[in-house]
């Protein structure tokens, strides 16, 4: 039972991470369709600027604004042109990816590095760790800021009707492409946060976003596309599983297990947790 208890810390941890990532997601993926395999690479990116700055506060900021940089140059430069084509922007991101990869392995050499957890953050309260704590209060923050601009601002409003309907956004005078341009910035932007979130977990690598992406996916298809509350509660559920499964198995033996719950839940509820219900003649 203490065993039990001791990883349920662990698990929240990894769900709150995921939820970051999956916020990024659910607006590049969830919402516009895009299939990002970069995403991970500005998870990667808001890690070594952690690592760099080595100010954890200071890091947030700076670790939001350059992954939000890299998603709109991405957005600017290249998705933008494959808007209605998920497959080739899957390839498209999995290359750039690869890239960025090798750019970090160059810059930063290919051994992982350690960022240290600032002083403030040792301890903890029973068995929560401050530093897995902040985790989580940085999540309730994403998914509390992500839900405010949606539902509070003009900006996240335009950014909804984009999504439902494109074509009568436009013609009803939204600037679509300013509205790509920024949900782009958000998104990666949420994953530049997640990857500072990382660097009190473990060591930050060229590699780092890769161990994440697939399973941030899991979260926002599980959940629902597009639906918010679907990916809190897959995240969390993901994190929890992936945490105990690890726990009584191994990392390999947990990643098989944790598929194969996804899938015999989309088995039963393919569209996810949640879907969007909309009003459609017939």
Known sequence: MSAFVNQLPIGLSIGAVLLLIALGLTFTFGQMGVINMAHGEFIMAGAYTAFLLQDLVLALPVAFLVAGVMGLILERAAIRHFYGRPLDTLLLTWGVSLVLQQLAR??????????PAPSWLAGGVGILPYNRLFIMALAVAG?????????????GRRTQ?????????????IDTGRVDMLTFFIGSGLAGLAGVALTLIGPVGPALGTYYIVDAFLVVVAGGLGQLRGAVLAAVGLGLLNSYAE?????????????????????????????LRSRVLT
Do not use: H
């Open 247 to 275: 726990f009584w198995s191994d990392a390999s033996l947990a990643k098989v297990i944790v598929f194969a719950v996804i899938i015999a839940f989309l088995q039963i509820r393919p569209q996810g947790m949640f879907v």
């Open 106 to 115: 160059d810059l930063f050499g290919a051994p992982n590095v350690q960022v």
């Open 161 to 173: 009707a984009v999504v439902q309907n494109r074509q009568l956004a436009a013609t009803s005078g």
């Open 143 to 155: 998914v509390v800021g992500v839900w405010a601009y949606l539902t509070r601002t003009g900006l």
